[in-house]
């Protein structure tokens, strides 16, 4: 194995973090840019913050290699998830701040990138709900995301601090979504339901409420839980004050 990281739980619930990984393997680096190696688009530290599922009895598979590597929640086929709106693809070629990711005349062998790192990660996720259906009657799938608060190249001005997605309501049920919604507006912290990011390749994918598969995506604006400037590093102290609205969403979701 050895392409991402899993655990399973005994709950009705997978978190996926398709984001978080660190690594690019050495044959791939010298075909790379240095603002490529500094995997400046990370979704950094969200198994930190997220550190309270071991207690929750829940699946979790998170991604070893770098969105850079192949982006796990983008579509084989190249389909746009915002159609009209700039986005970054299954294997990006420039980073959210336009900096090209490859030396010039060097390009991605995306089949074989597909094939090595981005269809296991996915056998997994589909192998996992199918089990926990037929284990709880219901699966439900949480994608777990970050981004930095401003990101010019994807959004005007400054992210709401938490952006909840399910594809346009299609990826779950409404009851549910409301009761999420309800948990983070009646919080501290700004938020929205399906705008700029309303779920990526995996929730809409995954979903499929009319056979109880419920996916919620959640994008934190990283401001809300570190410091973005001048380097990218855990707050503990913004996290603490982020954390307990994670745990009763989480909590809501394996309820």
């Known amino acids: 194995m050895g392409i991402f990281h899993f655990h399973q739980g005994r709950g009705p619930l997978l978190v996926s973090m398709p984001h978080v990984g660190l690594e690019i393997p050495d044959e791939l680096k010298n075909d790379m840019t240095d603002d490529a190696l500094s995997l400046v688009d990370t979704d950094w530290y969200i ?3 997220y550190n309270f599922l071991a ?6 598979i998170t991604a070893k290699y770098s969105r850079y590597v192949v982006d796990l929640n983008r579509s084989t086929d190249g389909q746009s998830l915002y159609p009209g709106q700039k986005v970054t693809g299954l294997c990006p070629f420039e980073t959210f701040d336009e900096k090209p990711i490859y030396k010039k005349g060097k390009f991605p062998n995306i089949n074989q990138r597909v094939e090595t790192y981005w269809q296991p990660y996915h056998n997994k996720i589909r192998s996992e709900l199918d089990r926990i259906k037929e284990k709880h009657g219901r699966a439900m799938l949480w994608d777990a995301h970050s981004i930095k608060s401003r990101v010019p190249m994807l959004f005007d001005g400054q992210l709401p601090d938490l952006n909840l997605g399910t594809g346009n309501g299609i990826s779950a049920d409404h009851q549910l979504v409301d009761k999420l919604d309800r948990i983070i507006s009646q919080s ?3 938020s929205t339901l399906n705008g700029r990011f309303k779920g990526g390749y995996i929730t809409r994918h995954y979903g499929d409420p009319k056979n109880n598969i419920h996916a919620v995506q959640l994008e934190i604006s990283q401001v809300t839980y570190m410091d973005e400037e001048p380097v990218a590093r855990f707050n503990e102290k913004k996290a ?3 954390r307990p609205v994670l745990v009763k969403l989480i909590e809501t979701m394996i309820e």
């Open 47 to 49: 198994d930190q913050l």
């Open 240 to 242: 603490n004050k982020l």
């Open 188 to 190: 501290s912290f700004s």
């Open 55 to 60: 207690e929750m009895d829940v699946s979790v």
